[in-house]
C-alpha cells in the first residue's frame, strides 16, 4: 500500500492503493440502510415506487397519506423523526454480534442527506430529525474503535427518480402533476425534465449523461469526504459514470470514469493526509478487474463462485433494504452458513440490520444479533483475521448464486469451508453430522496433521492417513449452528 499521500484521478494510480489490513481481517460488518423512506415500513425504492401509479407503494401511499400532489416524498422526510435513534446502543448489539466495522447511509437515491449540507437543504439536521445521523453514528463507531464507513447511492438519483414528475391515468386526480413538478421543489426532486421520457417500467439508464448533475454528484462526495473522511465509501453501482452491465472499452481514457477517479482519488488522498497513510477502502458493483481494481469488488445480495485474489464484499439485509412490515427475515443460521462460505472465498459480509422510523429495531432483529454473538463467542477464532486456503471447501453442496435472490443452501454432511491463520486451517462443517466421526479430504497424504481442536470445545482424536483426515467428535457440539475445528499443521 501507498504509505503517503499522492494518488491521482487515474486507474493506474489507483490500483497501487490495495486493500488496508483492517478490512482483510474484519471479515464481518453491520450496515444501517436507513433514511426517511423506512417511515412508511413499506420497503425499498418507496420514493421511486410511491409514484408509479398501480404499485402496491402507491396504492398504500395515497391511502394512508393522500394523492401525490397534496403529500409527496418532502413530506414523508419531514415525518421521519428518528425520535428514539441510540447510536451508542445500537453500536454495543453490533460489536456484540461479531461486527468488526459500521456503514451508515450517508443518502439513498431519495437525495435526503443523513448529515448536514451545504450543497443539499433536505437533509437530517434540518429537516425531520433534526440530527447529524452520520455524525452520530460515526461517534459510536470511535467508542467502540471499529472503522466507519458510508454509503452513497446519488449517482443514479437523476434518472432514478424521473417518475415523480408523472400524474394518474386514471382515477379522481387524473392528469394531476405530482409534486415533482412544482418548482418550488425542482432542487430535490431533480431538474430532470430533459433527462428522458418518464419510464415507469424501467429505472435504465442507472447514470445520466446530465454534466450538471455530474458536477454536483462529485462535489456532494467532496463534501461527504471533508465531514466524515470514512475508512470505506460505497457506491451503489459502477465506478460513475460508467455502466457496469454494458460492454466496451474500460480504458482510463474513458472519460465517463473521471467523476468517479476524482472522487475515489480525493478520498485516498484525505485518508493519507489524516492517517499518515491510506486505510480507506472504495467499493463499487462493476465485476471486471480493470473496474474494480480501484478499489474493492462489491456483490449486492450475492456472492462469488470461488476463491478471489483480492479481497471482496457482499452487500446484503436480514429482509428488504428499508424497514417492510411484509418482510420476513433470514434466520440466524442462513447468515452464518453464508458468512462461513463468503469468508472461504476471500470475502466479507456487510449486513443490513433494519431500523423503523424511530431508529429502534424490533425483537426479531435483536433476536439474530444475539444469536450471532453466541456464534461468534464460539468460532470467532475461525473468522478474523485468517485468509483462503488452498481450497474454498470441500462436500456436494454450493451456494445458490441467482442474481438478487438469495435462496437457503441445502448442506449436508459432506460440506466443509475452510479458511486459513499461520499453520491453522480451520474447517466449518456446514451440516450437523450423522454419526459420531466426519472426515474430510482436502488434505494430501504429504500433510502433516499435529492436532484438532474444536472451537468452544477440547482436543479431539483424529487419524490422517491416505490423505483423509477422520475426526471423532463429542457427544455434545458447542453451537447448533455451524460447528468449526481448528486443524494445526506442521
Excluded at 46 to 66: D, K, V
Excluded at 148 to 170: I, P, Q
Excluded at 233 to 239: E, I
Aim: hydrophobic letters at 35%.
Amino acid at each position: 500500500m501507498k504509505t503517503y499521500e499522492g494518488f491521482e484521478p487515474s486507474f493506474d494510480s489507483l490500483y497501487e492503493a490495495g486493500c488496508p489490513e483492517w478490512f482483510h481481517d474484519a471479515k464481518f460488518g453491520i450496515w444501517s440502510h436507513w433514511g426517511p423512506q423506512s417511515v412508511p415500513m413499506y420497503g425499498d425504492w418507496y420514493a421511486r415506487n410511491m409514484y408509479i401509479e398501480g404499485t402496491p407503494q402507491y396504492i398504500y401511499h395515497t391511502r394512508r397519506y393522500g394523492h401525490l400532489s397534496k403529500f409527496g416524498y418532502k413530506d414523508i422526510c419531514a415525518a421521519w423523526k428518528a425520535e428514539n435513534f441510540d447510536p451508542e446502543g445500537l453500536m454495543e448489539l453490533f460489536y456484540k454480534a461479531g461486527a468488526r466495522y459500521f456503514v451508515a447511509q450517508a443518502m439513498h437515491h431519495d437525495h435526503f442527506f443523513n448529515y448536514p449540507s451545504k450543497l443539499n437543504r433536505m437533509n437530517s439536521s434540518e429537516v425531520g430529525p433534526m440530527k447529524n445521523i452520520c455524525g452520530l453514528w460515526q461517534q459510536a463507531a470511535l467508542k467502540k474503535n471499529i472503522p466507519f464507513g458510508l454509503t452513497e447511492h446519488l449517482g443514479a438519483s437523476f434518472s432514478w427518480w424521473r417518475v415523480n414528475k408523472g400524474c394518474d391515468e386514471y382515477g379522481p386526480y387524473k392528469g394531476v402533476p405530482y409534486d415533482g413538478s412544482d418548482p418550488a421543489w425542482k432542487d430535490f426532486y431533480h431538474d430532470n425534465r430533459g433527462d428522458g421520457p418518464i419510464d415507469k417500467e424501467s429505472f435504465f439508464p442507472w447514470y445520466t449523461d446530465n454534466e450538471r448533475y455530474r458536477k454536483y454528484w462529485l462535489s456532494a462526495m467532496k463534501e461527504l469526504i471533508d465531514l466524515f473522511t470514512p475508512d470505506l465509501l460505497y457506491t451503489d453501482g459502477s465506478l460513475p459514470f460508467g455502466e457496469h452491465w454494458q460492454d466496451g472499452e474500460t480504458s482510463d481514457e474513458r472519460a465517463v470514469y473521471n467523476y468517479g477517479l476524482e472522487t475515489v482519488a480525493y478520498l485516498y488522498n484525505a485518508s493519507a493526509a489524516k492517517h499518515g497513510k491510506n486505510r480507506a477502502i472504495y467499493t463499487q458493483k462493476d465485476r471486471r478487474p480493470e473496474i474494480y481494481k480501484v478499489g474493492i469488488l462489491d456483490v449486492e445480495k450475492s456472492q462469488l463462485t470461488d476463491i478471489n485474489p483480492e479481497p471482496w464484499q457482499t452487500d446484503t439485509c436480514i429482509g428488504n433494504w428499508f424497514y417492510d412490515v411484509r418482510q420476513p427475515y433470514k434466520h440466524p443460521d442462513q447468515i452464518i452458513e453464508m458468512l462461513v462460505d463468503i469468508v472461504s472465498k476471500n470475502g466479507t459480509m456487510l449486513l443490513n440490520i433494519l431500523q423503523k422510523p424511530d431508529g429502534t429495531i424490533d425483537d426479531e432483529a435483536r433476536y439474530i444479533l444475539n444469536e450471532l454473538a453466541s456464534w461468534f463467542d464460539v468460532c470467532a477464532e475461525g473468522i478474523y483475521g485468517t485468509r483462503p486456503w488452498k481450497t474454498a471447501g470441500e462436500g456436494m453442496s454450493k451456494a445458490v448464486i441467482n442474481g438478487f435472490c438469495e435462496d437457503k443452501t441445502v448442506w449436508n454432511e459432506t460440506d466443509f469451508r475452510f479458511t486459513k491463520k499461520e499453520n491453522t486451517i480451520y474447517a466449518f462443517m456446514m451440516a450437523p453430522p450423522r454419526g459420531g466421526a466426519v472426515t474430510i479430504r482436502s488434505f494430501n497424504e504429504g500433510e502433516t496433521v499435529s492436532g484438532v481442536r474444536l472451537l468452544g470445545g477440547d482436543s479431539l482424536p483424529f487419524n490422517h492417513c491416505f490423505g483423509q483426515l477422520n475426526i471423532q467428535l463429542p457427544d455434545r457440539l458447542p453451537t447448533g449452528y455451524v460447528n468449526c475445528f481448528a486443524i494445526e499443521m506442521i
